[in-house]
């Protein structure tokens, strides 16, 4: 038998030690030495000989799985040591990433398996644990655009989008098709709901976006002697044009012919367009017998945005005009103005009902109206009128700065990345990133930022501190932070150290108001609203907005 005591083991025959191991070191592989024995009263010699002893091998171990930011559970994997099988399939998942395999560090700087790969001996330690970490990258999807008969511009075309970065669309710019204009790119081919100008950092699966066109037709005008004729041009199919007639002094309109044809007896003649367009305003000189006191037909100066009539056409001196102005469908009357024929400002009293009116002077007048696009808000459902922050959501929204996660969501409850500031400030200082590792580059080469966590979600005092050192970097006057006291707040003290500076800044700037229960609330996730309205108040009194 073996007996095995203070570290040597020895081999008993009879109840005789017959043999030793000198250096009994644990593990790996022993040397037994038997010496001189007998049994039995023959006497036996042997030579020394040598007995190899190799130590018990561990038994078995367990493999877990972590997500490493993934959703879901994995169960674990139980292995025999000299077993070689496969790793369980995974089966987590996470939103805008493909998984790449498991590895040993949750950074993936250890050693590195396939999914389902086959494996053994992942440790020496019976009855261990192999910790296995999922590994993920930003996942990419397609982008199919269907210009329906447009050519899109060389190195404009979208095939494809990283979540988290997205991409913008080929605009009017980029996408061309003779005699027809470009309204847009849509989610189906119905062209239902709103275009799309971008594919935005949120959104995830493959994309296939429609160019909608419109036709466009030409209206050609012509004026006989004795008038003049406007509002040729240019239109879309199915749009409403309007051409006007006005006679010189001593003249009178008389129709719009088309081809030979009367087609009205209106100086202001508007017609849905259906295709191309020839007009002519024909006049004819007023008899002598009529009244010798002069008129006057105005030089009518309209833009783009509306139409004006005026009445009476050609008025005396002294004569009461009525302007009716109808600006367009998004629009509002900008401006009437009314200048004599010597350059002088004419009167002119806004009756408060889309008319306006002023004395005819003694020459002909020049009438300049202008119009201007009224606000459309935004197109968001989840920003109702009396939300909070729905100004400022529209003025980010109006202005390029933000989009919506979604053609009809603004989601402004919603976190903001790290990356999508660093784009943004990058736009404010005059850039044009052409993605956001460009974006990344310009905040570090800038000194906004470290360039860490780029999809990390910026919490109110780093987005205080991003903005404070954008407005350092573009010589802003930040003084102000230095006579502010942020102590008022319950937990000014939850601040970083870091972040006191931006804070106090942009307290004292108006930028950064405590939220509803008081609190400064530095450590907390900045929303895509809260965000919107910094970024107003940051960018009014600092760049003029």
């Not at 191991?21 to 040397?31: F, N």
């Not at 209106?266 to 367009?273: Q, T």
């Not at 400030?425 to 470290?450: F, K, N, T, Y």
């Not at 502010?484 to 700037?509: K, R």
């Amino acid at each position: 038998m073996w007996i095995e005591t203070d570290n040597a083991l020895h081999v008993i025959l009879n109840g005789n030690d017959i043999g030793y191991i000198a250096d009994a070191d644990v593990g790996g592989e022993r040397t037994l030495v038997i010496g001189n024995w007998s049994e039995s009263g023959y006497a036996t010699s042997f030579d020394y000989v040598h007995i190899t002893d190799t130590q018990p091998q561990p038994t078995g171990y367990t493999v877990t799985f972590n997500g490493n930011g993934g959703s879901g559970t994995m169960a674990n994997q139980s292995f025999d040591y000299d077993e070689e099988k496969a790793l369980t399939a995974n089966s987590f998942t996470w939103t805008g990433h493909d998984f790449t395999g498991w590895n040993t560090k949750a950074d993936g700087s250890g050693t590195s398996y396939t999914d389902k790969q086959k494996v053994k001996k992942l440790t020496d330690t019976d009855g261990g644990t192999v910790i296995l970490y999922a590994q993920w990258k930003l996942a990419d999807y397609s982008v199919t655009l269907e210009a329906n008969g447009g050519t899109i511009a060389d190195g404009k075309d979208v095939t494809s989008y990283t979540y988290g970065t997205g991409a913008a669309l080929p605009t009017a710019e980029d996408i061309t098709w003779d005699g027809y204009a470009f309204k847009g790119w849509y989610e189906d081919s119905g062209f239902s709901g709103s275009p799309v100008a971008e594919i935005t950092a949120a959104d995830t699966g493959a994309k296939t976006y429609y160019a909608k066109w419109v036709k466009l037709w030409t209206v050609t005008v012509t004026a006989g002697d004795g008038g003049t004729a406007s509002g040729g041009g240019t239109f879309e199919e199915n749009s409403t044009v309007t051409v006007t007639a006005v006679p010189d002094s001593g003249y009178r309109f008389i129709r719009w012919t088309e081809n030979g044809a009367q087609v009205s007896a209106d100086e202001s003649y508007a017609f849905p367009l259906t295709g191309d367009r020839s007009l002519t305003a024909e006049f004819a000189s007023n008899s002598s017998g009529g009244s010798s006191r002069p008129t006057y037909s105005p030089v009518l100066d309209v833009g783009d945005g509306g139409t004006v009539k005026v009445n009476p056409r050609t008025p005396e001196a002294g004569e009461e005009v009525t302007l009716t102005v109808a600006p367009d469908p998004g629009f509002e009357v900008e401006e009437v103005s009314v200048t004599d024929r010597d350059g002088d400002e004419v009167e002119v009293t806004d009756n408060g009902d889309g008319t306006y009116t002023f004395e005819q002077p003694r020459g002909r007048v020049t009438i300049e109206v202008t119009f201007r696009e009224v606000s459309q808000g935004t197109p968001f459902a989840d920003v109702p009128e009396d939300y909070w922050a729905r100004d400022a959501i529209a003025w980010a929204y109006e202005n390029g700065y933000v989009s919506g996660t979604s053609a009809a969501a603004f989601s402004p409850g919603a976190s903001i990345s790290r990356q999508q500031v660093w784009m943004i400030l990058a736009r404010l200082s005059g850039g044009a990133p052409a993605d956001m590792a460009a974006a990344r580059a310009w905040a570090v080469e800038s000194g906004i930022s470290d360039g860490t966590a780029p999809g990390g979600a910026v919490t109110r005092q780093q987005l205080a501190a991003l903005l404070y050192r954008f407005a350092q970097s573009q010589g802003m006057d930040v003084s102000v932070g230095e006579d502010t006291n942020i102590l008022s707040y319950p937990d000014a003290f939850d601040a970083a150290e870091y972040a006191v500076p931006a804070l106090q800044w942009a307290c004292g700037a108006g930028v950064l108001y405590g939220t509803s229960d008081g609190r400064l609330d530095p450590q907390g996730t900045a929303t895509r609203a809260q965000f919107a309205v910094m970024l107003e108040r940051f960018w009014g009194p600092y760049l003029g907005a």
